[in-house]
């Protein structure tokens, strides 16, 4: 899932030109149905999960670690982390959201969302790490363990972790 402006606006102006020379850029169009999906398919298939793991989404806590488009950056333009908020907010999942670099005034202004501390995060039914910030590779596996309930899930959508964590 691509944020930010390089990889998720700039290929539309592409497209807009490549359409007024008389080509169609399938491939382009192609990509950006994929990305902008992303969301979608990020919160589905922790629905998913967590029902594979006996838990009901409706009222489970869902924490998102990461708002901003990249890592180690406090930029929030064009972020596409707020649709997996969003979508899991249809499935009425409690839904918190960290991030140690995002500005809290400024998530609160642009996406209505109130940034939790780090801290603050213990016995969620699910973990969705959707930036790769250095902080959270910082994170011990015991510390995990307090994170997430024993059954809970955790959706590594960068791979950061090796998958027997």
């Known amino acids: 899932m691509v944020g930010g402006h390089c990889i998720g606006v700039d290929p539309y102006y592409l497209t807009h030109k490549a359409v007024e ?9 192609a990509g950006r149905r994929i990305n902008d999906n992303m969301g979608q398919y990020i919160a589905e298939n922790t629905i998913i999960e967590l029902a594979r793991n006996g838990i009901n989404a409706i009222k489970s806590r869902v924490a998102i670690m990461g708002l901003t488009f990249k890592e ?5 333009r064009n972020t ?3 649709s997996i908020k969003e979508y899991l907010d249809e499935y009425n999942c409690l839904v918190d959201v960290v991030d140690p670099y995002a500005d809290m005034r400024e998530a609160k202004e ?4 109130d940034l939790i501390n780090i801290d603050l995060i213990n016995g969620y039914d699910a973990i969705i790490l959707a930036v790769q910030h250095d902080k959270y590779l910082k994170i011990k596996k015991s510390k995990w363990k307090k994170m997430i309930k024993p059954n809970g899930v ?11 964590m």
């Open 72 to 76: 180690n950056c406090p930029d929030l």
């Open 80 to 82: 596409k982390i707020v």
């Open 110 to 113: 642009l996406f209505g969302i």
């Open 154 to 164: 955790l959706v590594d959508v960068k791979s950061i972790y090796p998958v027997d």
């Open 21 to 29: 020379v008389g080509y169609h850029p399938e491939m382009i169009l």
